[in-house]
Nanobody, 112 residues
Framework: QVQLVESGGGLVQSGGSLRLSCVAS????????MDWYRQAPGKQREFVAR???????AYANSVKGRFTISRDNAKSTVYLQMNSLNPEDTAVYYC??????WGQGTQVTVSS
């Protein structure tokens, strides 16, 4: 059974940084494409970043140059380093794995 558990969210001032973690169990992380999504209040869930099995990454235009997705296969963990945060980044951030499995999400709030 695949399980994903996110952590690392919190309250940060505009311009600050946070690093989110997603610990995966029940899968071999190295063999799977992993995504980060986010959902702001009153908005649809949107794609943020992806890391392919090759290590190639992809980002939404809104976060390109500010966010970095990475993974540590030995720790079965995917990370999302978020820099230069602004209030528009406020959302619940979700990790997504294979077979459309989602974590419970972690809240990120950026104050102006």
């Amino acid at each position: 059974q695949v399980q994903l558990v996110e952590s690392g969210g919190g309250l940060v001032q505009s311009g600050g940084s946070l690093r989110l973690s997603c610990v995966a169990s029940g899968i071999a992380l190295a063999n799977n494409v992993m995504d980060w999504y986010r959902q702001a209040p009153g908005k649809q869930r949107e794609f943020v970043a992806r890391i392919y099995t090759s290590g190639v990454t992809a980002y939404a235009n809104s976060v390109k140059g500010r966010f970095t997705i990475s993974r540590d296969n030995a720790k079965s963990t995917v990370y999302l380093q978020m820099n230069s945060l602004n209030p528009e980044d406020t959302a619940v951030y979700y990790c997504q794995g294979p077979a459309n499995v989602w974590g419970q999400g972690t809240q990120v709030t950026v104050s102006s």
